[in-house]
């Protein structure tokens, strides 16, 4: 009977341990929940896309964050701007799972154009060859155009229009068969790294990441590059607009954003957008 009785108190104490357990962990994960900070959006970008989106002090800053910003602001919601890997944002945006919209100077395309909604175009830029200064392509008229890549080892980042570009020109573009060859990176700033790696002869980015690479590397150059004009028309540049993708099921969104966009793209008395100046702000071209 004493034994019986011990070995009741013993499962009582350790029925009553358990349940504190259990309660103490009610507690935790009801306190997590509620100190999560809740977003009404989730906007995906690539932080390696300066002057659009980069990292400062482990900060994400650029045109494109101002521009969420704003957007935030017009419809007095909480956006969370989340980095990711620049290939699965239009997959991401299209699900609308964890992400709704997609923010990292994305190139309006047929294809993307089946999965997601784009805003208006707020940027349009034209692709650049960048180069080391003791390796020169051929240059006229002060662009190369892309049969002057024939044969050389070429690299940008993958998904991005440039990659994009060299890909068609070498499948069945003026590059076919002329044993040029593609590599594809993470960022356009590893593709131009690339470059005094001797691992690619060129690397191809939009204007201002290129620009804004060469800016701060004085051995390496660029270009604008150009397709050759065919029956007497001129040469015409490899260019693209930016926009920023929208879940199909998110009009509220995709409204507010137009809204913004045509806001910063009114030129002012000097003739230049809110968005002109954000880019030459964020290229550490203007004091403001």
Sequence with gaps: MLMARKIKRFFSVELIIFLCLILTLALSVIFFVLNIEHYDYIIET?????PFEYYSNREIKGVDVDIVNRVAEKMDKTIQLKNVEFDVIIDNVSD?????AGAAGLTITEPRLQKV???????????YVIFSQ???PNIHNNYLVWEDLAGKTLGSQTGCTGYLFMSDEVDSGVL???DTKIKGFDSHQIAADAISAHLIDYAIADELAAKFIVEKNPNLAALPLYYSG?????DEPAEESYAIAVNKNRPELLSAINEVLTEMLE???DGKSEIDKLILKHMGLTDE
């Design 46 to 50: 690539n932080a390696f896309f300066a």
């Design 96 to 100: 609308g799972i964890i992400a709704d």
């Design 117 to 127: 909604d784009f805003s208006i175009p707020y940027y349009t830029s034209v692709q």
């Design 134 to 136: 003791t390796n020169l």
């Design 176 to 178: 076919e068969g002329t």
């Design 230 to 234: 065919t029956d007497g028309m001129p």
């Design 267 to 269: 030129p002012g008395e």
